[in-house]
């Protein structure tokens, strides 16, 4: 399989996240600048994930979006957590599909999919869990975050993209995909139903942002920190005022992820006006080194969902 690299400076986020100029204009036979269509917030599956934005906002909430590693520890323990974390108050949830390179995962995910791809998992099973997962909870929206090289390798990503809306995602995030390199594989996830959200950091300039909101389906994802996955003990000063600047530039809604670990993390992104947040991290480590105790992660994404509510 071809690898794929984004060549844009990431100027130490922990992807490759867009921080440079726009899309480049594409261009016709004859050299000529055309319309391309971009975007995927009209299709089917971004319409599922607002919904869920809408029914957290209807209630006062922000959207809590939990993270379970698919096949981790084993392909019944993960449908297990994912079906805890829907239960204890998941409005969406966020799949991460095991890789063997996985550049943004801190130590904790890294150790998980590692654990994971040594038992079995492949994406043949993901596939299967995602299917499970949604026909078990289908009113919670599944949005798998995987990488380029699995979802679009050397072609462009349509067989992927197609099983995983069939399996019943609404959305994917394609973790080291730039809008620059990713006007091809929006086109094929129009076709099939699904969201494509985008990342932006710290680092992302501000017309820069307000490009990347344009062109993310579903929700647009906000990474707080400079750096890789992983719990932490506070999030950086800062997260207020990028959460603000998304907020200004977005028209679909903001989810703030990586760091967010605790109820005060999640109380302090309320506050500063997220629309969603994402915990990923926190709820592995809450399984344990063995990756087994489902109740200790339901138990956790309860406390989570509770510090959702505004006010």
């Known amino acids: 399989m071809t690898a794929h690299r984004s060549t844009t400076a990431t100027h130490g986020a922990a992807v490759p996240t867009p ?28 319409r599922r994930i607002a919904a869920a934005f809408a029914r957290a906002a209807a209630h006062a909430r922000a959207a809590l979006i939990p993270y379970v590693v698919a096949g981790y520890p084993d392909h019944d323990t993960s449908l297990a957590a994912a079906l805890a974390a829907a239960d204890a108050g998941a409005d969406l949830l966020e799949v991460g599909l095991p890789y063997s390179d996985p550049m943004a995962d801190g130590a904790t995910l890294q150790r998980a999919t590692t654990a994971a791809i040594r038992a079995g998992a492949t994406l043949d099973r993901s596939v299967a869990l995602l299917r499970a997962i949604s026909s078990a909870r289908p009113n919670v929206p599944l949005v798998p975050m995987c990488y380029a ?13 197609a099983r995983l809306a069939e399996a019943g995602a609404s959305g994917v995030i394609v973790a080291d995909l730039t809008p620059d390199e990713g ?39 906000c990474v707080s920190l400079v750096g890789v996955t992983g719990a932490r003990t506070s999030l950086p000063p800062s997260v207020a005022g990028l959460v603000a600047a998304a907020k200004a530039d977005s028209p679909v809604p903001v989810a703030v992820g990586f760091g967010v670990s605790t109820p005060a993390h999640v109380k302090l992104l309320v506050q500063s006006g997220a629309d969603g947040v994402i915990v990923a991290s926190a709820l ?25 509510a505004r006010g």
């Open 284 to 308: 592995v480590d809450a399984l344990g080194l063995d990756g087994r105790d489902v109740a200790a992660l339901g138990s956790l994404v309860n406390d989570l969902k509770a510090a959702t």
């Open 149 to 161: 090289n699995q979802i679009i390798g050397g072609g462009d990503g349509r067989v992927v993209a």
């Open 183 to 221: 006007v091809g594989f929006e086109s094929v996830a129009r076709d099939v139903g699904l969201a494509v959200v985008y990342l932006i950091a710290p680092t992302t300039t501000p017309a820069r942002r307000a490009e990347v909101a344009r062109r993310s389906g579903g929700f647009l994802y």
């Open 19 to 46: 921080t440079g100029t726009a899309a480049p204009t594409p261009l016709n036979a004859s050299g000529r600048a055309v319309a391309a269509a971009t975007g995927t917030a009209d299709t089917a599956g971004a």
